[in-house]
């Protein structure tokens, strides 16, 4: 468990045992041997040197460190060290440390799914610095973006909104940090009335497959009058047996029947044999679902059949890959070295290009692995699918 906000001694206790002597030879460095001269630290004299750096830590926390620049300079040796690390944001936090923009959002850009990185984002919004904030995701590269919003989203604080919304409408965004932003408009009541007064806009706000991923955030939604909303204005997807498909939170207390669900999954309709391999059967393109039942739970096994974009699993991104030649290779881009690229196709057979030969090379932003198959099955097939995945698991 992580300190958290103003649990006081423990945290700086936390933080010194981080830092260890370096915290010690600081204090020492400062002089606050005379500070503490003629008080005894609390708990009696003859404690270790660790405690009576906890103690100098916790007299530092009260000092003006803006009216003292020797101290500050002293502090700020420390608080360098930490740079990169979770212990920097808790040192910005709680020496109120003024202009840390750039290291707290390096933390975050670096760390985006730590939570640290959340109160990053949060302490710059509180200084203040949501515009300047924007204004730098809008000008990132692709992965600092991604991971800045997947940051912001986490926060589930509605100051975030704006730029969660950018994320969501801008062009040239990933599906990826697309589903991220949707899903963090979505923890908050604000975030979601946004997303779906976007959804309802006249001239399609909001396209496929954020449709699906808003659809199936918000019908988990905590607050009854969005989740009535979203019902109208972005409907569940729907089931061969016709009829809305129930939301992944009712889905999951539903049970199934694995026998039936292996079916399923071997059949023309669901096709996942086609690209999956479970225990002896199917085609090795995309990750093999042999184990997949310790790896996902039953929401996440609903998420990735119901809505395949919104988390491409890593090094299974769809590629198009064009050759001086005309022809187009479609799959997934199974290695690369300087000379050649190796692309595996859907067959499970790999076509190997000369780099020289490639005019053209694009990831697509969509999962190879087609939305709306739960469409093609009834619900009570859906649930036997997702019992049989369950079932996957590691010898
Ligand atoms: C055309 C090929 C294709 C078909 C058909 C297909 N998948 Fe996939 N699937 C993929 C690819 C490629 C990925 C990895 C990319 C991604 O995560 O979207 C994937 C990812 C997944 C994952 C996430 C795996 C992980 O490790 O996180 C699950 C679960 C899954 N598929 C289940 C199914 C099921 C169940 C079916 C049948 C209803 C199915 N797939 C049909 C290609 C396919």
Not at 26 to 44: E, K, N, V, Y
Not at 64 to 72: I, M, Q, S, V, Y
Not at 167 to 178: I, L, M, N, P
Not at 263 to 274: I, L, T
Request: glycine fraction near 10%; proline fraction near 5%; charge should be negative.
């Amino acid at each position: 468990m992580r300190a958290t906000p103003g649990s006081g001694s423990s945290l700086l206790f936390d933080l010194v045992s981080r830092l260890g002597n370096l915290a010690l030879t600081f204090a020492i460095g400062l002089g606050l041997a005379p500070l503490t001269a003629g008080q005894t630290a609390p708990g009696g004299g003859g404690t270790g040197g660790s405690a009576s750096a906890v103690e100098a830590l916790r007299r530092l926390k009260g000092m003006d460190f803006e009216a003292n620049p020797a101290l500050k300079a002293a502090l700020m040796r420390v608080v360098d060290t930490t740079r990169g690390t979770p212990a920097f944001v808790e040192l910005v936090r709680d020496f109120e440390l003024k202009d840390q923009e750039e290291g707290l959002l390096d933390f975050a850009g670096q760390h985006p799914a730590d939570p640290a990185a959340a109160e990053a984002i949060r302490m710059i919004l509180e200084g203040g610095g949501l515009e300047s904030l924007r204004a730098q995701v809008r000008s990132a590269a692709i992965p600092r973006q991604e991971a800045w919003v997947q940051a912001a989203a986490n926060t589930a604080d509605p100051r975030v909104i704006p730029l969660l919304l950018d994320a969501v409408k801008a062009e040239g965004r990933s599906t990826t940090s697309r589903a991220v932003a949707i899903r963090g408009l979505a923890r908050t009541e604000a975030g979601a009335r946004e997303l779906l007064r976007y959804a309802a806009e006249p001239n399609g706000g909001l396209e496929e497959p954020g449709r699906t991923t808003a659809s199936l955030a918000l019908a988990q939604s905590r607050w009854p009058e969005v989740r009535s909303e979203a019902a109208k204005v972005l409907p569940a997807p729907k089931s061969a047996d016709g009829g809305e498909l129930p939301s992944v939170n009712e889905l999951i207390r539903l049970r199934g029947d694995a026998v039936r669900g292996a079916a399923v999954f071997q059949s023309e309709q669901a096709s996942c044999s086609k690209c999956h391999v479970a225990g002896r059967v199917g085609v090795d393109f995309g990750p093999a679902l042999s184990q997949i039942g310790t790896k996902l739970g039953r929401q996440a096994l609903y998420e990735s059949i119901l809505d395949p974009s919104s988390g491409i699993s890593f090094g299974y991104e769809g590629w198009s890959v064009e050759t001086r030649g005309g022809d187009e290779v479609f799959g997934i881009l199974a290695s690369e070295t300087d000379e050649e690229l190796a692309i595996k196709q859907q067959t499970g057979g790999v076509v190997r290009l000369k780099k020289s030969e490639v005019t053209r090379r694009e990831r697509q932003q969509l999962s190879i692995m087609p939305a709306g198959l739960a469409s093609v099955l009834s619900r009570q097939e859906l649930v036997d699918l997702v019992e049989y995945l369950t079932t996957l698991k590691a010898p």
